[in-house]
Nanobody
Framework: QVQLVESGGGLVQAGGSLRLSCGAS????????MGWFRQAPGKEREFVASITRIGSVTSYAESVKERFTVSTDETKNTVYLQINGLKPEDTAVYYCVTTDRLPGQWVYWGQGTQVTVSS
């Protein structure tokens, strides 16, 4: 079993920045990729960004690619999401996710961290 713990959320003013972190732990952590989803109030959960643990290949939702940066640390067990130029519409619960050893399905989810952007 894999455990994911997010941190770094909070209340920020529009135009500000945040860096979300997510640490993965478990008996054997061998995910193919890690990433982030978000869910705004009254909306469906949506993909935000991902990064493969080998090769660090990144992928972004079109709506965030100019302002968000996903990365990992040297151990590949922590994934970050740098968010710049925050907008009120970025307000959401942000969830860390990982695949299993193979790509295709986000298997493990964190508990989420709240990001609130005031205008």
């Amino acid at each position: 079993q894999v455990q994911l713990v997010e941190s770094g959320g909070g209340l920020v003013q529009a135009g500000g920045s945040l860096r979300l972190s997510c640490g993965a732990s478990g008996r054997t952590f061998s995910a193919f990729a890690m990433g982030w989803f978000r869910q705004a109030p009254g909306k469906e959960r949506e993909f935000v960004a991902s990064i493969t643990r080998i090769g660090s290949v990144t992928s972004y939702a079109e709506s965030v690619k100019e302002r968000f940066t996903v990365s990992t640390d040297e151990t590949k067990n922590t994934v970050y999401l740098q968010i710049n130029g925050l907008k009120p519409e970025d307000t959401a619960v942000y969830y860390c996710v990982t695949t299993d050893r193979l790509p295709g399905q986000w298997v493990y989810w964190g508990q989420g961290t709240q990001v609130t952007v005031s205008s």
